[in-house]
């Protein structure tokens, strides 16, 4: 039953997300805005829309029946509690990082901390949405903010560049999920997830419109993702967008969107339920995705002489991990695990890769440059942002005892769980682990070995970039060895697979 | 007296054993850059504590030889849906490595004194991997040994690269920071595969559990098996130095700063030697009696190529670094007649040699490198055809070393001696070719150890080193003591066999068929 106070309790974060975009763009229309008060209102707002998901995490743990608002519209399970809250965290982070060079270099401070509020409401909707097309909406009102940030400073070749790329191809993949959306409703009559379960369930055989309208909505996800073959806008947007942006871009709608893959896929259309031979072609598909972004991403990254085409690539090849546990949610008996690993490495990459771009948006202000040789002897110049970044890196490339190592155990043992005779992906999944090593140390070397061009030239760290890495380091390091945040993600896992208000 | 012990037994020995290191490597991060005496005073209790406590639980473990199992057992929960649990506890075949990477530890720590810059960071990592080395040997849950693994090889990566030494000279230079990243890539890849077929053994035994004692109940099929062994032997192989997967070892080892090398040559190899007895042929019988014949013959390859190519060194680091790979070759010889134990004592003796051998090779490697790191500080070069006649002016040191060289070549009296005999019966009564094979790559072994004793200490004295001076008081210390080590398991060898005979007889009669 839902009634107002539950409605309430369920919508709380949005609101409060809503409510701070609006005030902070309120203030950003003062005669003499403080882009430096805006955006700490901003991070005080935000971490009160993390805040207000607690109640539903605990009423929807606590075997509470989680809400579903509208007939299933918009869901608050714990899957969505989890992405909720760490989109609002993502957000307090990226302005964190980002308002300090802004203000410094002049670049519209004030506009950038507005967009960022704008951009986790959306991403907010978009995991909660049990219907397509508020998906589709949320999804936009994510992406258009991100075009703005990565154009920002338009009179640089790079970020123009890197703007319009990523307009004409987002814009494309918005035009390709649409058009599958409405494939799939032209086939199915309806457009909430519970109920395309439900009529999927009384077919025999999946109409081709339907199943060629999945198709478009996983190559629109995967635009977003940047999984291969849909990443190739990703190296040079992230090298030419500003870093904040990219900072933003790299993190926030990737782990979103893994979320909307896993409860549109395994809960809605490539269920297994009648024709499982469907689901074996779902999951060729997504090995496919899962292995070509692995090796792309490792390998090109080992020639990269830019941090941020290197984290680029590290990102793809992250996000083909990812889709190995992707793959194995959708097997039964596996679901579980498959979708908790996915989840939990998601989330534990994206504190790794926030952490490791809050030193690379501070190094790269400071010095003006992203070569990784301009790195050499940072652990002299600095050696709390050289430790941030051997603890990121390292957590990224998955050394133990950080949340990484758990992350990638998890996605390797929920693989080999939900199809043993692919053990062979678990060995590729090691072996592109081994590679990954080579350009993270690679990266760790100069900071650590070499020596500073002119000696005297400490590196200092602004308060909020401290606040922000040591956050981001505490997660990595603490949570990987706590147990609790796994459980935390086998329920999370579990909400994929039973969606609130099916019949 | 007995209720003291008691009471102690009540306290986490070997957590305490094994988390001593990272206490005072977390207890350096909270310490100030100087004064450096403080750091080191830290790193000297964090290691010295450990190997007081190793020495007083393998003299207890020798008072009682006929205990069988694991001793001092600890068992927390932890990761309980993923069948991961903190488990600790020590047998016949573990407790004389603990023993030994809390006499390489201390010992590297003393050496450790050498360093002269960048102190703080040098001895929180050194401290770490050392957690990360008693951590291997004491864990029974298999996720944690994987877990303590990565943490013992991925600080090397830094120790090597910052304070290593670049080879120039003759022959192919070696530049440190490449030998850190060749170490590091090996040591990955050789956990990776044992993580795989880690794996294997969760899933296909259906027990869902890493619990060491666990699996020891697992019934697997044959195929299984010889595909798992072979998954987490290779595995283990690379760390211990297999040829053709040992090229990381002499790079790593000789481009090491001195504690560095005795901790990877001394306690990082016998990791590997320890995994491949505890997990592959202790968990998989079936597979072993598969692969082990095959790996008796891979080990002469590594007997007889690891002494070919130190005979062609003049760098001391690299000739040390390759006498290892000749050295765990006999380790793996010694394994390799676990394959028939059916066929009277050999297999017992073989595999006594192999554990045996870790050991005194460990505290015998370390003592050389200790050594040369030490001649290297006076000298400053490691070429040793360049040192030439030291003994006048080092005694101590030539006396030391020529004493490790006759413990590494298998002198009677000294631990070597009683190691490679054993391996050298047991693969005599079940494969006497083999044997001899081995035996030849001894004359080798002896041709560049005394080669080198001639080059280094004796002959003209090279006039650039007439004033160099002897060991201090603080590096005789640790070096003394691993003489010492070595003479005392070569005259008693009774002091290590009485602990491992009822461990290593347990595993083999799983290995009957």
């Known amino acids: ?503 | 007296m007995d209720s003291l012990v008691t009471q102690l037994d009540a306290l986490p020995l070997l957590s305490l054993i094994t988390l001593a290191p990272l206490a005072g490597a977390l207890l350096i991060l909270c310490l100030p850059e100087r004064p450096v005496r403080t750091i080191q005073a830290v790193a000297l209790v964090a290691t010295g504590f450990p190997l007081v406590l190793a020495g007083w639980l393998y003299a207890r473990m020798l008072a009682h030889p006929d205990t069988t199992g694991f001793l001092w057992q600890e068992i927390h929960p932890w990761l309980p849906e993923f069948g991961v649990q903190y488990h600790l506890g020590v047998d016949g075949l573990s407790m004389p490595m603990v023993l030994l990477s809390g006499i390489i530890c201390f010992t590297a720590a003393c050496i450790s004194l050498q360093i002269d810059f960048r102190h703080k960071e040098y001895f929180a990592l050194a401290l770490t991997a050392m957690t990360g080395v008693f951590g291997v040997f004491t864990s029974l849950d298999l996720f944690l040994l994987i877990l303590f693994y990565e943490l013992a090889s991925i600080p090397m990566f830094f120790l090597v690269g910052i304070w290593g030494s670049d080879k120039t000279g003759p022959g192919r230079p070696i530049r440190r920071q490449d030998a850190a990243m060749k170490l590091l890539l090996y040591l990955q890849l050789g956990g990776g595969l044992v993580l795989l077929g880690l794996f294997g053994l969760y899933f296909l035994s259906d027990l869902k559990t890493f619990d060491y004692p666990e699996l020891l109940r697992a019934t697997l099929a044959r195929e299984q098996q010889i595909w798992l062994f072979a998954l987490i032997f290779l595995g283990f192989a690379i760390e211990a130095g297999l040829v053709p997967f040992h090229t990381w070892l002499p790079d790593g080892h000789s481009s090491a700063p001195t504690a560095l090398s005795m901790l990877l040559a001394g306690v990082l190899l016998k990791m590997g030697g320890y995994g491949i007895l505890r997990v592959a042929v202790g968990l998989l019988p079936e597979g072993a009696r598969f692969w082990l014949p095959l790996i008796g013959v891979l080990a002469i390859v590594n007997i007889l190529y690891g002494a070919l190519c130190a005979l062609r060194q003049t760098d001391i680091k690299l000739m040390i670094a390759y006498s290892s790979v000749s050295h765990m070759g006999i380790v793996f010889l010694g394994t390799s007649t676990m394959a028939s134990p059916e066929l009277g004592t050999g297999a017992l003796f073989g595999a006594t040699g192999a554990v045996f051998q870790m050991f005194s090779h460990g505290v015998i490697t370390a003592l050389l490198f200790g050594l040369a790191g030490t001649v290297y500080l006076v000298t400053h070069s490691r070429d040793m055809t360049r040192w030439g006649g030291l003994a006048s002016r080092m005694p101590w040191l030539a006396t030391v070393y020529v004493l490790a060289a006759l413990g590494s070549l298998g002198l009677p009296g000294m631990s070597g001696f009683a190691a490679e005999l054993m391996v050298f019966l047991g693969t005599w009564q079940q494969r006497p070719f083999l044997a001899v094979l081995a035996i030849c790559g001894l004359v080798i072994t002896a041709t560049y150890l005394l080669r080198s004793v001639q080059f280094a200490f004796y002959g003209p004295l090279n006039p650039r080193h007439a004033e160099v001076r002897d060991a201090l008081p603080a590096e005789k210390l640790p070096l003394g003591l691993l003489a010492l080590t070595t003479l005392a398991f070569g005259l008693a060898p009774r002091l290590l066999t009485d602990v491992t005979t009822p461990a290593l007889q347990a595993i083999l009669e799983r290995l009957v068929p």
């Open chain 1, 1 to 503: 039953m839902t009634n107002a106070l539950t409605m309430l309790q369920a919508l709380t974060p949005e609101v409060v997300v809503a409510a701070t975009a609006f005030l902070v763009m309120a203030l950003d229309l003062r005669r003499k805005p403080n882009p430096r008060a805006q955006a700490t209102v901003a991070i005080f707002g935000l971490l009160a829309g993390a805040l207000a998901t607690l109640p539903d995490w605990l009423d929807t743990t606590s075997g509470q029946v989680p809400v579903a608002l509208w007939g299933g519209l918009f869901l608050a399970d714990p899957l969505s509690v989890v992405f909720r809250a760490l989109a609002c965290l993502t957000g307090v982070l990226v302005l964190l990082f980002s308002i300090d060079p802004l203000d410094a270099e002049r670049r519209n401070p004030g506009d950038f901390v507005t967009l960022v509020p704008f951009v986790v409401l959306g991403l907010m909707l978009a995991v909660s949405a049990g219907e397509l097309l508020t998906f589709f909406v949320a999804f936009e009102i994510v992406s258009l903010p991100l075009y703005l940030m990565a154009a920002w400073n338009r009179n640089e070749r790079a970020s123009a560049e890197a703007g319009l790329k990523y307009f004409v191809t987002g814009s494309v993949s918005s035009a390709v999920m649409l058009y599958g959306i409405s494939l799939v409703f032209g086939t199915m009559g309806t457009t909430f997830f519970s109920q395309i379960a439900a009529r999927y369930e009384t077919l025999t055989d999946p109409p081709q419109a339907f199943v060629l309208g999945s198709l478009m909505i996983l190559a629109a996800l995967g635009f977003k993702i940047a999984a291969a073959p849909f990443h190739v806008w990703a190296p040079d947007v992230y090298q030419g967008a500003p870093r904040p942006s990219a900072t933003f871009l790299s993190t926030a709608p990737k782990a979103a969107m893994v979320a909307v893959m896993l409860r549109l896929f395994w809960g809605t259309l490539a269920l297994q339920g009648r024709d499982f031979r469907l689901a074996e072609t779902w999951m060729v598909i997504f090995a496919v995705m899962a292995i070509l972004s692995m090796f792309w991403g490792n390998l090109v990254a080992l020639v990269q002489t830019d941090i941020r085409r290197l984290m680029a690539c590290s990102g793809i090849a992250h996000i083909g991990y990812t889709l190995l546990g992707v793959l194995a949610a959708s097997r039964a008996g596996a679901q579980l695990e498959g979708a908790a690993a996915a989840i939990y490495y998601v989330v534990v990459y994206s504190f790794a890769n926030l952490a490791a771009w809050g030193v690379i948006v501070l190094v790269g202000w400071r010095t003006g440059s992203d070569r990784i040789e301009d790195y050499s002897g940072l652990a002299r110049r600095s050696p709390f942002l050289a430790f941030a970044l051997l603890i990121s890196l390292l957590s990224l490339a998955g050394a133990p005892p950080l949340a990484g190592f758990l992350g990638k155990f998890y996605l390797f043992r929920a693989l080999w769980e939900a199809q043993p005779a692919w053990w062979w992906m678990v060995l590729i999944g090691i072996l592109n682990s081994v590679i990954s090593l080579y350009y993270y140390f690679g990266i760790l070397k100069p900071v650590y070995f070499g020596t500073p061009r002119d000696e005297d030239s400490p590196l200092p760290v602004p308060w909020r970039f401290r606040a922000g890495l040591l956050a981001c380091l505490a997660v990595i390091m603490v949570l990987g060895l706590y147990p609790g945040l796994t459980r935390m993600t086998l329920q999370a896992g579990a909400a994929v697979l039973n969606l609130p208000g099916a019949p």
